[in-house]
Every structure is written in C-alpha cells, then in structure tokens.
C-alpha cells in the first residue's frame, strides 16, 4: 500500500541554522499539507499547497518558513533561522483529489533546536 | 479564536466495555469533524469523519455529531488493549484546508 514517507526521522541542528524536511507525498496525490506537533501539545496545522502554490497557512507559517515542491515527488519545507520553540514532530500529509476528507500523515520528522 | 477542545484523561475502561469520548467545538460554521487515533511517537490515524448531525457507525466505532449542542464524541464499543492510545477530535470549518485539532484523549484499555 502506498504510504507517505519523511526524512530525515530526526534532525538535530542549531539555533539559528537553517533545516529543510523533506516529504514524499502519494504519487496520485494533489493536495499536499504540512502540521506540527510540540511534545505533549496539540497538532498545529502550517501551511497547504495545491496546484503549486500555498492554498493557505496558518499565524504559525510566517516568514521563517517556506514550502516547496522542487519536482514532481517531493514536498519540502524548509525553515531559514531555526529556534528553540520549533523543536517539535513536523508531519506531512496528502490526499487526492477524490478524497477531500482523508488526508495520510507520514511517519514525521522529529526535529530538535539546540 | 477556533478551538477543539478535549477532555485530557486518561480514560481507563475495561477490556470488552465501551469507550466514550467526547469533544467540543467553538465555531458554529465548522463543515467537517474527525477522530484520529495517534499512538505515542507516531502519526495521528484517521478513523472516521462525520458531516451530518446523528450516528455513523464504522465497524467497532461509532462518530456522533450534534450541531447545535457543537459536540461530536466517538463510541468504541468491545474496547481492546490495542486500542489503548490518545485520539484526537479535529474540525474543519469554512475553509478547505485547515484542520482545528484538540488535544487529545489518552485512553487506557485494561485487560
């Protein structure tokens, strides 16, 4: 079964570095979408793209980060200055176009800021 | 502000019994709500969504939504171990996109 895949699994980097994490999306998949999730806390959403380009974003999704989909498999997001408080699990997820309310998470990527 | 919100717990139930859960919601335009399943360290998992006010049953699990009290709870009926795990109420409103997530119940299945 096809399954939407994340990598790295962990990164860890310094404050102020920049990370990219990367995203493999299901191949018939239109609608693509980034959340995050600090230990113990809710799921955030970030940002959704669709037909390349963001279809929305959330307060959280400022001008630090950005999103991507450099070719036709993967979906990245990308984060310039990293700080201590986005240390969290960053999921991403996809649906197709036939499927408005199914959305599949990957593994995730646990990221931690020094 | 949009908000979900969800009893902490944990909820302990006995293996075979039936779970409840329920969740609230603040905005009277939400369209979509959803429960997911998310086991420690892992991805949430979507076990149903519900749009119409009433019951939608899926096998073991029952979604049941009304609008105009803004809850939406999930029955886990013959409760197993395995489904010992935090599940969490999600909503979507007007816009497409965007999903409002609480915070999740943990649930505890004692055998």
């Known amino acids: 079964e096809p399954e939407v895949t994340q990598t790295p699994s962990h990164q860890v980097t310094q404050m102020g570095q920049e990370v990219i994490l990367r995203c493999v999306p299901i191949s018939n998949h239109l609608y693509f979408y980034w959340y995050r999730q600090i230990l113990g806390q809710k799921v955030e959403f970030l940002v959704s793209f669709y037909n390349n380009e963001i279809s929305e974003k959330s307060e959280i999704f400022d001008d630090q980060f950005s999103v991507e989909r450099p070719d036709g498999s993967n979906f990245t997001l990308k984060i310039r200055s990293t700080k201590l408080e986005d240390s969290a699990m960053y999921f991403c997820?996809?649906?197709?176009?036939?499927?408005?309310?199914?959305?599949?998470f990957g593994p995730g990527t646990r990221l931690l800021v020094l | 502000q949009k908000e979900v919100e969800q009893n902490s717990g944990p909820l302990s139930v006995p293996e075979g019994a039936i779970a409840s859960l329920n969740c609230t919601y603040s905005?009277?335009?939400?369209?979509?709500f959803f429960w997911y399943r998310q086991y420690s360290g892992k991805s949430p998992e979507l076990i149903m969504f519900?749009?119409s006010n009433g019951d939608k049953e899926d096998g073991r699990f029952t979604a049941q939504l009304n609008k105009a009290s803004q809850y939406v709870s999930l029955l886990i009926r013959d409760s197993q171990p395995s489904d010992s795990a935090t599940y969490l109420c999600?909503?979507?409103?007007?816009?497409?996109?965007?999903?409002?997530w609480g915070a999740g119940t943990k649930l505890i299945i004692k055998p």
């Open positions: 905005d009277r335009g939400s369209q979509s």
């Open positions: 997820a996809s649906r197709p176009d036939s499927q408005q309310e199914t959305q599949y």
């Open positions: 999600a909503v979507r409103g007007d816009s497409n996109y965007q999903l409002i």
């Open positions: 519900i749009y």
